[in-house]
């Protein structure tokens, strides 16, 4: 189904804010620059600024401007890859999301995880299994390894909704993202944990976080229940 051009600008203006190009709390272009911006008239951007509105992602102020909102309500699904458009579009409310974590320890990585995060086979990290639930339905299996915090620092921080964000506080700044995303059947350790049949279809993602030296910083593998969610990435290259 063709999109249409108020849609194409929201998903733009979605993806500066999702990635923060335009930063909470700073000011949007006005309508008549962002109409210009987009080679089209006021009502397109009206609509997608409308849309945005509604979703607390900006306020518009009269006689002021519009503004980034400084504390976005989605801020921490936003961080979640490419399912974090669920949690917008179906107006995921924060307080029926929960994060059981299974296991956090010191451990190293096995040959194939090292090769792609490419780091030496001995070097422990801090591991940290955890399921993140959705309404009470176990829609993720997330691991993660990294440098620091300590375990005992990340146990003692309780749940932890979006890991990104945690560490983040702990000086771990993702500034780029690689992916890779087959689909797998579930064993019977997978088939338990979501409640599924042997053999049932899982999306499994292993993914690498390097800072803006290109750094590897935090390296994650995990499993989802894409017959719930599909998986989803919005990518925006510059102006329409």
Known sequence: MRQTLNFKIYQDLYNKIRSHFYKPGEQLPTESALAERYSTSLSPIRQALGKLESE????????????????????????????GVHFIDKKVDSDSVH???LKCCKKAMDEQQCSVFKTDPA??????????????????????????PEPEEVIAAGEIKSIRSFLS?????????????????????????????FGFPLLKIVR??????YEPIIFGEYY?????????????????
């Open 56 to 83: 607390q992602l900006i306020v518009r102020m009269p006689g002021k401007g519009t503004f980034v909102s400084s504390s976005l309500p989605w801020e921490n699904m936003l961080l979640m890859s490419g399912f």
């Open 208 to 213: 690498k976080e390097l800072n803006e030296n």
């Open 169 to 197: 506080k702990h000086g771990l700044k993702t500034a780029y993202v690689q992916e890779r995303v087959k689909a797998v059947a579930a064993d019977k350790e997978l088939g338990n944990l979501f409640s599924v049949p």
């Open 123 to 148: 070097k422990l990290f801090t591991y940290v299994a955890r399921v993140r639930y959705v309404d009470g339905k176990p829609l993720f299996f997330l691991n993660h390894y990294f440098e620091k």
């Open 224 to 240: 989802v229940n894409s017959d719930v969610w599909d998986y989803r990435v919005q990518y925006s290259a510059g102006e329409l």
């Open 99 to 101: 994060c059981q974590t």
